[in-house]
């Protein structure tokens, strides 16, 4: 049964916990759907999608990336900005390729690209009453072992994983910022935002000590600032340039 548009989007919620079932091919075919619909930038389709349902790829995956809800899915939807396909296409024609990707605003339009179909993939999996888990280190984790993985070639990276299967589990709703600190009225504000924050903050913290399933004393700031100094070790630059990607402008 097919949920409302309210419900798909205002009860979404991150599932790491799979059935065993099966997704129908209907179901499949409706996500596939959704993402070849999706907008992108001048319609250059800057992306594409590898859909994995051989377990002993999703085990290589696991095993790189670690998140265990990799093995545990039914598909694994792999998002990569992908600018092959025009140099491929350019080649066939006869005709000049500039190296859009080589810029900055190249490198923004592949990635927005890339995640807008997963949105759309997770608004279609959710519609159809299947979860789904973004899973950001798949593009993080050893980009050279991921795109060994996937025989990805020249031009193309990925962006973000997508777990999608059967929900073995139905997680508290995390609390959000609230909507005059995610959406501004005609300029950017400032106003009391420290003290918004700081609010947000001790939401997030009483969330996590009273959670159904593991508590902790885990705040919003000190969880994101954690993520960002993780972060820091990480060579995004040098993996886009063995992808082909060499930042010009």
Not at 39 to 65: C, F, H, R, W
Not at 97 to 122: K, R, Y
Not at 136 to 164: D, H
């Amino acid at each position: 049964m097919e949920k409302s548009v309210k419900t798909t989007l205002l009860d979404r919620r991150s599932i790491r916990r799979y059935e065993r079932d099966v997704i129908s091919e209907e179901d499949l075919h409706f996500i596939r759907e959704a993402i070849r619909n999706t907008p992108t930038s001048y319609n250059g389709q800057q992306y594409s999608v590898i859909e994995v349902a051989d377990q002993d790829i999703k085990l290589k995956l696991e095993a790189i990336v670690g998140q265990k809800q990799l093995k545990t899915c039914n598909r694994v939807f792999i998002f990569l900005s992908d600018y092959n396909k025009i140099s491929v296409a350019a080649k066939a024609k006869g005709m000049s390729n500039p190296g859009f990707e080589n810029t900055a605003d190249g490198l923004m339009v592949g990635v927005i690209d890339a995640s807008l179909a997963m949105m759309s993939a997770i608004v279609a999996a959710n519609s159809r009453g299947l979860g789904t888990c973004p899973i950001g280190y798949a593009r993080t984790a050893n980009p050279k072992a991921i795109s060994e993985v996937l025989g990805l070639p020249k031009g193309v990276f990925v962006v973000c994983a997508l777990t999608i299967g059967v929900p073995r589990e139905l997680p508290d709703l995390k609390p959000k910022q609230s909507e005059d600190l995610l959406i501004f009225k005609d300029k950017y504000g400032t106003d009391n935002m420290a003290e918004k924050l700081l609010d947000y903050d001790r939401e997030f913290t009483e969330y996590h000590a009273n959670r159904s399933g593991n508590t902790s004393d885990e705040d919003w700031i000190g969880e994101i600032l954690s993520y960002y100094q993780e972060a820091m070790n990480y060579k995004m630059l040098e993996a886009l340039k063995q992808q082909g990607y060499g930042m010009r402008q």
